[in-house]
């Protein structure tokens, strides 16, 4: 009876943060898709559930993302482990986001690799103000000078 709590727990936690939890087979096809992914990326669960990730991995990005994950799933190591880790992608307009994320590597019953889970955190706003500061930073550095004396 505790699997069935522990169950229904992890379910209720998927659909209620607000992040996305997306989780793909080791071919890469959507296999979960929370309430969050909807929001975030546009796409309805029944829409996204047996599609490849290629729906939200911008496609200058494939063929990179296809390498790392196909060494994942061969090796079921990645070096990444628990870093967070960023990376643009698609929403179903076909507009970027910028994106934060953490992964879990999941194996089947007998320990193969039988996928990759990921939450997903839609930080496009905060990289905006970045870019915008950066920007102002650079105009003051050039309006300015920081190769003054007494600098």
């Given at each position: 009876?505790?699997?069935?709590?522990?169950?229904?727990?992890?379910?209720?936690?998927?659909?209620?943060?607000?992040?996305?939890?997306?989780?793909?087979?080791?071919?890469?096809?959507?296999?979960?898709?929370?309430?969050?992914?909807?929001?975030?990326?546009?796409f309805?669960?029944?829409?996204?559930?047996?599609?490849?990730?290629?729906?939200?991995?911008?496609?200058?990005?494939?063929?990179?993302?296809?390498?790392?994950?196909?060494?994942?799933?061969d090796?079921?190591?990645?070096?990444?482990?628990?870093?967070?880790?960023?990376?643009?992608?698609?929403?179903?307009?076909?507009?970027?986001?910028?994106?934060?994320?953490?992964?879990?590597l999941?194996?089947?019953?007998?320990?193969?690799?039988?996928g990759?889970?990921?939450?997903?955190?839609?930080?496009?706003?905060?990289?905006?103000?970045?870019?915008?500061?950066?920007?102002?930073?650079?105009?003051?550095?050039?309006?300015?000078?920081?190769?003054?004396?007494?600098?």
């Amino acid at each position: 009876m505790a699997d069935d709590t522990n169950d229904v727990l992890y379910r209720l936690v998927a659909e209620g943060v607000p992040d996305a939890v997306v989780y793909a087979d080791r071919e890469g096809i959507i296999r979960l898709w929370s309430p969050g992914a909807e929001r975030m990326f546009g796409f309805a669960a029944a829409d996204a559930v047996g599609q490849s990730l290629d729906l939200i991995i911008p496609e200058n990005l494939r063929a990179r993302h296809w390498e790392g994950y196909r060494r994942v799933m061969d090796t079921g190591t990645t070096r990444y482990g628990t870093k967070l880790l960023t990376a643009p992608a698609l929403r179903a307009d076909g507009s970027r986001l910028s994106t934060e994320f953490s992964m879990a590597l999941v194996r089947d019953g007998a320990g193969d690799m039988a996928g990759s889970g990921a939450v997903i955190r839609d930080v496009t706003e905060r990289w905006l103000k970045e870019k915008d500061m950066k920007e102002r930073l650079a105009e003051l550095e050039r309006c300015c000078g920081t190769d003054r004396p007494g600098r």
